[in-house]
Each structure stands twice: as C-alpha cells, then as structure tokens.
C-alpha cells in the first residue's frame, strides 16, 4: 500500500495573502484542521488550526472587539504559516510515509508530485485506512489470542487448525509485548462461534482465549 492509497485528494488551499480570519473561516466550513499554503502552484508553508490558535489575541487583551477583527483580517498567514512542511511522494510506501511522519513528529504529510500538491495524509487517515483494516475493527466476527504463537511452527499449526475448522480469517497479527519472550498472535475470524476452534488449540497446548473488540 503507497500513501496514494489513502491520502485525502481533494486538498482545500490558500494563498499566503490569505487572512488568519479568512483562514479560520475556511478551516471551519471545510472541517478541517490544516490548510496545505500555495503560491503559483507552489507549496510554501502550511497552517494548523492549533497555529492559527496559538498567534490569536488572547481573550485577556485590552484589545477591543473590532480592534481584534481588524487584527485577523490584516494579518497574512505568511507571518505565521510554518514554512519548513514535511512532504511525501505519492509512490511512498505507507511504512515509510509512517516513519517519515514519526521522525519529524508530525501528524501531516504534504503529498506533492511533479512540484504540485496532491494530496495530504493525516494521523486518521492513518488510522482509519491501515490500522482498522489490519485490526479487523469494524469487521464481523470474533478475535481468538494465542499467546506465546507467533513462531513458524506454531502458526502453521493454527492455521492449520482454523483450515480444518473451515473458518475464514478476516485478519492476522503478530504482536510483540516490550518484556515478552515470545510474539503473541491474534486471528480474527469471520465466526461469533468459536468454541471448537479455543478447544481444538486448546487440546495442542495453546493458552487461547477471545479477544474483546
């Protein structure tokens, strides 16, 4: 899966000339949160709702009511934009579109190709487009754990077990605890009816139970 895959692509932008006040206002009737700042088809900064927020009077100011207005009408986002924007390319693995977001501490990528903004990733598209999926959230069914299977041959033997039982898997995981000595497995399969699977596994040795979603 690229970040093509899951990148939002009918990306709402301004221009550095834009307001904070007009900038709010489009954040607001959009529902979102970021704003991707384009001059001549050219990224050059971008603005968050917590950025936006950040540079506001405060509600303590002297300032009066219509002085503030004047205030966020007048002042361009390019005095207050951040300008250093971490981007990905659309052909970016979703593994490393992850890394790169994680390393810069960022929960925006900034999708450009051939110079031009494409698409932009978020934290939820993240969430929602690979991390559901591979948790099987939402999904029908029931989640078994195996504790302590997540060698080779153990899992051949579970698969093998769940082929048997001719239930289908929705989803498969392996998880490693920070102290654990050996990888967990958690199946997700597409049964509310688990009981000759956790037996069958159970007769083998295997510590199973069912997992709450």
């Known amino acids: 899966m690229n970040i093509r895959d899951i990148m939002t692509t009918n990306v709402v932008t ?21 704003l991707p700042v384009v001059d001549k088809g050219k990224l050059v900064g ?19 009511v219509w002085e503030l207005s004047y205030l966020l009408d007048k002042t361009p986002v390019r005095d207050i934009m951040e300008r250093d924007v971490v981007t990905a390319s659309p052909d970016m693995s979703a ?18 190709e051939d110079g031009r903004v494409v698409g932009i990733a978020t934290t939820n598209d993240f969430f929602y487009k690979i991390l559901n999926p591979v948790l099987g959230l939402g999904q029908p069914g029931t989640r078994v754990e195996i504790v302590g299977a997540g060698e080779t041959k153990a899992l051949k033997e579970i698969l093998t077990t769940v082929d048997e ?14 102290e654990a ?9 597409k049964s509310e009816d688990v009981s000759q699977l956790i037996k069958k596994l159970g007769s083998k040795g295997f510590r199973v139970s069912v997992r709450k979603r």
């Open 181 to 189: 000595t050996k990888k967990d497995v958690c199946i997700h399969v």
């Open 14 to 34: 301004i221009p550095s000339s834009t307001s904070i006040a007009d900038a709010k206002r489009i954040m607001e009737a959009h529902r979102i949160r970021r």
């Open 46 to 64: 971008i603005v968050t709702d917590h950025r936006l927020e950040s540079v506001s009077p405060s509600k303590a100011t002297s300032l009066t």
């Open 165 to 178: 039982l001719g239930l289908e898997i929705a989803t498969i995981h392996i998880e490693e605890l920070p």
């Open 95 to 112: 593994e490393e579109a992850v890394a790169l977001a994680q390393s810069h501490r960022v929960g925006t990528l900034v999708v450009i």
